[in-house]
């Protein structure tokens, strides 16, 4: 059985659809300059970036929807997330963080939009888990005794 919980404020909802429009964009700068990337080397999109595709293409409607359900947002933000981070995991780990001054400054040989894809899904994904908590926790059960 699916609870009705009470909408939150409209600034903590506008304040969610930010946090996940960055996700969106991020994300997708990414996966666009790696997907030329891989056909200009004739190659095809690996599965865990197909994956991660997916996991964008869901942060698209969670950011829409944190305005008018924001339960649903938050279900579906934390399934993209979870569908996001193995490709960006593995990136992030093979990300020189060390030389991250270069690698803004220079462009970094590609790591440039890498950077900017983790750190901006990095946000949603702490959102997401943390709104979590709050959506899909047990009500306590009404008991129905009115008297005062």
């Known amino acids: 059985m699916l609870l009705t919980l009470p909408q939150?404020?409209?600034?903590?909802?506008?304040?969610?659809?930010?946090?996940?429009?960055?996700?969106?964009?991020?994300?997708?700068?990414?996966?666009?300059?790696?997907?030329?990337?891989?056909?200009?080397?004739?190659?095809?999109?690996?599965?865990?970036?197909?994956?991660?595709?997916?996991?964008?293409?869901?942060?698209?409607?969670?950011?829409?929807?944190?305005?008018?359900?924001?339960?649903?947002?938050?279900?579906?933000?934390?399934?993209?997330?979870?569908l996001s981070w193995p490709h960006?995991?593995?990136?992030?780990?093979?990300?020189?963080w060390r030389d991250l001054g270069w690698v803004l400054k220079s462009g970094g040989g590609g790591w440039a939009p890498a950077v900017i894809a983790v750190l901006g899904l990095l946000p949603a994904t702490i959102w997401s888990l943390s709104q979590l908590h709050a959506v899909v926790r047990p009500q306590p059960a009404d008991t129905g005794d009115r008297s005062a």
């Open 8 to 82: 939150p404020p409209l600034g903590r909802r506008i304040f969610g659809a930010l946090i996940l429009l960055i996700a969106v964009l991020a994300e997708a700068q990414w996966l666009g300059y790696f997907r030329v990337l891989q056909e200009d080397n004739g190659q095809v999109l690996p599965a865990l970036a197909r994956i991660a595709v997916g996991g964008c293409v869901l942060f698209a409607p969670a950011c829409l929807l944190s305005l008018f359900n924001f339960r649903a947002a938050v279900i579906l933000g934390a399934l993209a997330a979870c």
């Open 88 to 96: 960006f995991g593995l990136l992030a780990a093979s990300i020189p």
